[in-house]
């Protein structure tokens, strides 16, 4: 049933975002009279929030129940050393696609920098398991289609919260897809089991939570409202990894001016 | 007539004037690279976080006493109400007289809540300035970068300080760690909470004091345990 090149995860993730641009109508759009409401449902730029805080809570359920707990086991049994193993094994991994998408932004220096990582870590690094290119200079840096996609200028789209994956945006979903493809393991178990490239996934989630235990406690905390806090931190994170950590002071809003008349 | 005469210069005058706009625009150009960093900005900066890496290192403090420390240091050195004002957007135009000074308060409360509670997190660290550089055309806002260093071989965390010049010297508007502008951030929650209550501001108001007397348990109970700790090892 599933098209030749779509991946089970990938078309059904489609499918989702489908239905959520259906459901769509459903959310309240503000009166047009008030303006602050129409100003604050443009800046947030979610059509959909009711339905993706039904995600949210969906996955807050699933972290509750399965992946907190993972993490938690991992995190406690492993000592550091393998846990940082892992973390490099899953990064040297995921060198090819950081490298095609440092290619396709033009980006040569740090396409050069995650060549050498590549080869340094999986030779001296014992197949990746190590990572002693940051110390000698070439340290980590993550790309993906997403990034790309925005390099070129296409717009993060409406805020969309994908049940499982989370924050997913249509240029982000559609960059994951694309990534995909430039990653070698796709080709190399096409047509055989999918244990993995799943097992990966998998491992790649309980890491990633494990390694945020504290810091989403604490946003969580901290936040009047979780699910908005987390819309924006994603946002302002992924505009910072596509600026490569370069503040783009054009970019941050005119505060000298700002008093409880005013109109931004 | 005036127009007629701006609109028809002679070739030399345009040339004249299109030449002077290249030079303009080229000491502009070349002026950032001299002139860019912001010593007094950096200095503030480093003044502001040499006190706050004091206060982490402080051994003895309860969760109390460094609270009032931090509360000190945010409030002398941020420009609260303008942080306060900036995380309402265009609600801002709705509260009453009451509600305003009540939100201030709150929201000067919640800060200092929420920065020390995240920054108490860093621990065994150093502190660096790296650059500066002026945002805006008035002059009155600077952006200086720095990083926190870590002894123990950890990445260092990058930190971007949004600096404005006010009568009463700098003010920190906003801080970005790990690539998060901070005061954006809880303008996305607050207008969110307001919105989702039908723009009724009143609930942002109930929002806030429920976290904020969620927080002091949550200190309490920090307290109580550190007690209890403390007196289950003298017992011993």
Redesign the interface.
């Known amino acids: 049933m599933n098209i030749e090149f779509g991946r089970n995860s990938l078309s059904s993730m489609v499918a989702v975002f489908g239905l959520a641009v259906i459901l769509s109508g459903c959310a309240t759009r503000p009166d047009t009279a008030d303006a602050a409401a129409v100003a604050a449902y443009e800046e947030a730029n979610d059509p959909i929030e009711p339905l993706n805080r039904y995600f949210f809570e969906l996955n807050n359920f699933l972290d509750i129940i399965l992946l907190r707990p993972s993490a938690e086991i991992y995190d406690g049994v492993l000592p550091t050393i393998a846990k940082d193993g892992v973390r490099n094994f899953l990064d040297n991994l995921r060198s090819p696609v950081i490298l095609a998408n440092d290619l396709l932004q033009g980006e040569w220096d740090r396409a050069g920098d995650t060549t050498a990582r590549f080869g340094i870590n999986t030779t001296a690094g014992v197949l990746g398991l190590g990572d002693p290119a940051t110390g000698w200079g070439y340290a980590r840096h993550g790309e993906d289609f997403g990034q790309t996609l925005a390099v070129y200028g296409v717009g993060e789209g409406p805020y969309f919260y994908a049940p499982v994956l989370g924050p997913a945006p249509p240029r982000d979903l559609a960059g994951f897809g694309v990534d995909l493809f430039f990653d070698p393991l796709t080709y190399i178990f096409w047509d055989k089991a999918y244990t993995i490239p799943v097992t990966r996934f998998v491992l790649n989630g309980i890491d990633l939570r494990a390694r945020n235990l504290d810091t989403l406690d604490e946003i969580e905390r901290t936040s009047i409202d979780y699910y908005a806090a987390i819309r924006s931190l994603y946002r302002q994170s992924r505009a910072d990894e596509i600026q490569n950590g370069v503040t783009d002071i054009e970019a941050l809003p005119d505060i000298s001016n700002i008093d409880f008349t005013s109109h931004e | 007539m005036t127009l007629q005469l701006w609109r028809s210069p002679s070739p030399a005058v345009r040339n004249a004037i299109i030449g002077l706009v290249v030079l303009v625009s080229l000491a502009f150009i070349a002026m950032p690279a001299s002139a860019a960093r912001d010593e007094s900005a950096e200095a503030f900066v480093n003044e502001v976080a040499s006190e706050a890496i004091e206060i982490l290192g402080q051994d003895g403090f309860t969760p109390q006493e460094l609270e009032a420390a931090f509360r000190i240091l945010f409030v002398g050195n941020m420009d609260v109400p303008?942080i306060g004002?900036?995380a309402l957007?265009?609600?801002?135009?709705?509260?009453t007289a009451e509600q305003?000074a009540e939100y201030l308060a709150l929201v000067e409360e919640f800060i200092v809540?929420?920065y020390a509670?995240?920054l108490s997190?860093y621990t065994d660290q150093q502190f660096a300035v790296l650059s500066s550089?002026p945002?805006?055309s008035?002059g009155?806002?600077v952006?200086v970068?720095s990083q926190i260093e870590f002894t123990t071989g950890r990445?260092p965390v990058?930190v971007?300080w949004?600096l404005?010049k006010t009568d009463e010297g700098y003010k920190v508007?906003d801080v970005?760690v790990?690539?998060?502008?901070m005061a954006?951030?809880q303008?996305?929650?607050?207008?969110?909470?307001?919105?989702?209550n039908g723009?009724d501001f009143s609930s942002?108001l109930e929002?806030?004091k429920?976290?904020i007397a969620?927080?002091n348990q949550?200190r309490d109970v920090k307290v109580t345990e550190a007690d209890a700790a403390v007196a289950t090892e003298s017992t011993q």
Not at chain 2, 89 to 95: H, I, K, L, M, V
Not at chain 2, 178 to 181: A, E, K
């Open positions: 303008r004002l900036f957007g265009q609600y801002a135009r709705t509260p305003k809540k929420v509670s995240r997190d550089q945002k805006g008035r009155k806002e952006i970068s990445a990058p971007e949004w404005l508007f970005k790990l690539g998060i502008w954006q951030e303008r996305s929650t607050f207008i969110s909470v307001i919105r989702n723009g942002l929002h806030i429920t976290q969620q927080a949550d």
